[in-house]
């Protein structure tokens, strides 16, 4: 069966770092591109970038590029999303999915992060 | 980046009705259109990919067509479970952008 396992909810200060996983199984994960979308409050689906974990190649959303990180550990099967100082504006639900030929399916349950002071 | 551009952003509509939401892209994209759907609380869940391949496990009442820049998701008949928030994205170059949703609401 295949799964994305995402790391559990975040609160952080702005300014801080952060970086969370999401943990495939039940597929071959060096053979698959994993997205990660954003999702504001009540708002609608932002791609933000997918990685490729059989080489590292990384693609990213020109509006995320420079203020996010995507990396991936084959060995480990996990995909990580990181920050290295949230603002508050970085508040959001982000999901990992699993990508086959452009189109997302199957994606992990989310993990929200939430940035104050 | 490409813009997708759906409309209706949101449509009201009752059980057993015929609906169709378009997505419209700001340049072609062939046939690489995609459709989710999205329950409140939950993650979105793939409806067609390719404009008009149907998900494994998707209903037959979804259907899809279009290509170039317009496209159509057509629900044949609307069920109870079928109210929520539908998305298309491109897939045919970086960013794979989304379009705003749609809110699929009852009458």
């Known amino acids: 069966e295949v799964q994305l396992v995402q790391s559990g909810a975040e609160v952080k200060k702005p300014g801080e770092s952060l970086k969370i996983s999401c943990k495939g199984s039940?597929?071959?994960?060096?053979?698959?591109?994993i997205g990660w979308v954003r999702q504001m409050p009540g708002k609608g689906l932002e791609w933000m970038g997918i990685i490729y974990p059989g080489d590292s190649d990384t693609r990213y959303s020109p509006s995320f590029q420079g203020h996010v990180t995507i990396s991936a550990d084959s060995s480990n099967t996990t995909a990580y999303l990181q920050w290295s100082s949230l603002k508050a504006s970085d508040s959001g639900l982000y999901y990992c999915a699993r990508q086959t030929f452009g189109e997302s399916d199957f994606w992990g349950r989310g993990t929200l992060v939430t940035v104050s002071s | 980046d490409i813009q997708m551009t759906q409309s209706p952003s949101s449509l009201s509509a009752s059980v057993g009705d015929r609906v169709t939401i378009t997505c419209r892209a700001s340049q072609s994209i062939s046939t690489y259109l995609n459709w989710y759907q999205q329950k409140p609380g939950r993650s979105p869940n793939l409806l067609i990919y390719?404009?008009?391949n149907l998900q494994s496990g998707v209903p037959s009442r979804f259907s899809g067509s279009g290509s170039g820049t317009d496209f159509t998701l057509t629900i044949s008949s609307l069920q109870p479970e079928d109210f929520a928030t539908y998305y298309c994205?491109?897939?045919?170059?970086?960013?794979?952008?989304f379009g705003q949703g749609t809110k699929l609401e009852v009458k």
């Open positions: 994205q491109q897939s045919s170059s970086t960013p794979y952008t």
């Open positions: 039940g597929f071959d994960f060096t053979k698959y591109w």
């Open positions: 390719a404009t008009a």
